[in-house]
């Protein structure tokens, strides 16, 4: 998309722990100076977050705009860079249905920015871009958050079970996370692993695209059964 519009694109690898490199972030903000920043906290896919004050640094030492994709912070337990708008200009952030609202099916996701902001934008958004239903919906559960913060908590325990029990499981190695997935790896190949997990009917994603998470998987919390079933299957194939 960068290319598309005559950019630049400089990333910024994470380090080797998985964390931000917020040091390197801020040394190529300073070289650069981009007009355009984009940060994913809590970030897909290696699930960890940045700290709250590194944000704010990194907000406050861009000479653009700043994006920061929070499409998992109702798991989060960094603040959001929310707090952040009335004294910075330059910062966008974005929000989704997908995650924890569970609601990927209707496609709805939103920035929240300054209004001078917001009213450029408008100018070239589509029109009929949400359906009327969509709308309502995501209105309805934007102004009633308590209806979903028993779910968040329910998956937040479900994940953290789902960790501990994955920890246990002999030569699994578990990353730390905050947010409702685990990156693990194992001894055995990814490829074949997941294809046998596949086959007992458990899906979960390679993460070996990316050259830092290679020899990862990452599987998302679900209901109880459905990582029970999920455990059960692992420990049948690493375990045996
Ligand atoms: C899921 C996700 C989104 C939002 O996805 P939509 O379903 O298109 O709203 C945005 N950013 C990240 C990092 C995500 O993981």
């Known amino acids: 998309m960068i290319h598309l519009h005559g950019g630049q694109a400089v990333s910024i690898t994470c380090r080797s722990d998985f964390q931000f490199d917020v040091g390197a972030m801020l040394d190529?903000?300073?070289t650069n100076r981009p007009n355009l920043v984009i940060l994913t906290t809590p970030n897909n896919p290696t699930g960890l977050a940045m700290p709250f004050s590194d944000?704010?640094?990194?907000?406050r030492a861009a000479p653009g705009f700043v994006v920061v994709d929070e499409a998992y912070h109702e798991f989060n337990t960094e603040a959001s860079a929310l707090s952040l708008l009335d004294d910075c200009p330059n910062l966008i952030v974005m929000r989704t249905l997908s995650k924890a609202f569970g609601l990927a099916g209707l496609r709805l996701g939103f920035m929240v920015a300054r209004p001078e902001i917001i009213s450029e934008m408008m100018k070239s958004?589509?029109?009929f871009m949400v359906d009327r239903m969509s709308e309502q919906v995501a209105l309805l559960l934007l102004r009633n958050q308590e209806?979903?913060?028993?779910r968040v908590q329910i998956i937040l325990n479900n994940t953290r079970t789902l960790k501990e029990a994955l920890s246990s499981i002999d030569g699994v190695e578990v990353r730390p996370t905050n947010t409702n997935f685990v990156l693990f790896r194992t001894s055995a190949d990814p490829a074949t692993l997941l294809n046998e997990l596949a086959d007992k009917g458990v899906l979960v994603r390679n993460m070996g695209g990316y050259p830092e998470l290679v020899g990862f998987l990452r599987v998302t919390s679900g209901t109880e059964d459905e990582n029970k079933a999920f455990?059960?299957?692992l420990n049948s194939i690493v375990g045996k």
Request: glycine share 0%; net charge negative; hydrophobic share 55%.
């Open 125 to 127: 958004r589509l029109p």
């Open 28 to 30: 190529a903000i300073e």
């Open 55 to 59: 944000v704010e640094k990194i907000v």
């Open 231 to 233: 455990l059960e299957a």
């Open 147 to 150: 209806l979903v913060k028993d």
